[in-house]
């Protein structure tokens, strides 16, 4: 049985990779080479790369996750739909299946790429708390600089029926539900389920896919989401992106479900990129949990939701 244990990339189409290069960097990536017409950039963890960015009409193309063992490719390589087993033409290389999801989502089932050395991060802030003091003569000075991206934690994606696809996500690549969104007025009307990685007693992300309604003909991402070093990393991150210019969408908040300090960005071709810290962590054996989609349930503080935070793309 496939257990995907965690995402590896998300792959979009832009028709300039430079201006997506250096939207990238100031969002705190760094750029691990490019091949052809593709454009790959790395966070500081020790994936070869979190993002791909293919030359061509700006859209979303992939996410790929990492498959428990090389036997799931052989697994996956059966299901209906999927390509055979493929070398990656890409740092690190390995191999993966491209697997056809609900609403014709590619997901890429990827094992055996080789990790790439970490990139130095600063240490996490230590914090003088009100009755837990841990710094004396040690100056608070973070840098003011792009919120460095330790990887990529997870990815929104809108379906045409968000229920299918959960239980896709369950049955093809063993996902567990973590939280499920129902309407306010109806709870039989599911808007969207957080999904996690069966990772046993091990540590996983609250969510690494969020399955969420799309309105009719919507099927796009919604967003991607890229972990920082701590809470001041998302605030300076914020003020980074301000003074480049860029179009600021959500935040600075923290989530709710899955308690994120999070600030959500538009790229240059109107996708939502999402900076976070502080997210929760669960294990396999926790019971699924079931919200009105309110704003209480989506932020326990920050600025009223954004009127276009739905939108797949803006312009
Ligand atoms: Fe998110």
């Known amino acids: 049985m496939i257990k995907v244990q965690d995402i590896v990339y998300c792959v979009f189409r832009a028709p300039d990779l430079d201006k997506m290069a250096t939207f990238l960097t100031d969002f705190g990536m760094v750029e691990n080479g490019r091949s052809g017409d593709r454009l790959f950039m790395r966070g500081a963890g020790a994936y070869p790369y979190i993002n791909v960015i293919e ?3 700006a859209g979303f193309v992939a996410v ?3 498959a428990g063992s090389a036997a799931e490719l052989d697994e996956a390589a059966k299901l209906p739909g999927s390509s055979p087993v493929e070398t990656i033409d890409a740092p ?4 993966r299946v491209r697997l056809k999801a609900p609403d014709n989502y590619r997901i ?3 094992h055996g790429m080789e990790p790439a050395p970490e990139l130095k991060v600063r240490d996490p802030l230590a914090i003088n708390f009100g009755w837990k003091k841990q710094r004396v003569v040690d100056l608070q000075r973070p840098a003011f600089e792009p919120a460095r991206i330790v990887r990529l ?3 929104v994606l809108k379906f045409s029926d968000g229920d299918a696809a959960a239980k896709w996500l369950r049955e093809t690549l063993g996902m567990l539900p973590t939280d499920r969104l129902h309407a306010p007025d109806n709870k039989a009307a599911t808007l969207g389920t957080f999904m996690r990685c069966d990772r046993g007693q091990k540590p996983a992300d609250h969510h690494t896919i969020f399955a ?3 309105m009719p003909g919507d099927i796009n991402v919604h967003h991607t989401s890229y972990e920082v070093q701590d809470p001041d990393a998302v605030h300076i991150g914020n003020q980074w992106l ?3 210019g860029y179009v600021a969408e959500w935040g600075v908040g ?3 479900l899955g308690s994120q300090v999070f600030d959500y960005w538009r790229s240059p071709y109107g996708h939502i990129f999402e900076h976070y810290a502080d997210g929760d962590l669960l294990i396999s054996d926790i019971k699924p949990g079931d919200y009105p989609a309110t704003q209480e349930n989506l932020a326990q503080w920050g600025p009223e939701l954004s009127p276009t935070f739905f939108d797949s793309v803006r312009a």
């Open 254 to 256: 923290r989530h709710l």
């Open 55 to 57: 030359k061509g009409e």
């Open 108 to 110: 890429d089932l990827v």
């Open 153 to 155: 934690g997870h990815c």
């Open 92 to 95: 690190g290389g390995g191999k």
């Open 64 to 66: 790929g996750m990492l």
């Open 212 to 214: 969420l309604q799309a």
């Open 242 to 244: 301000h003074s480049k």
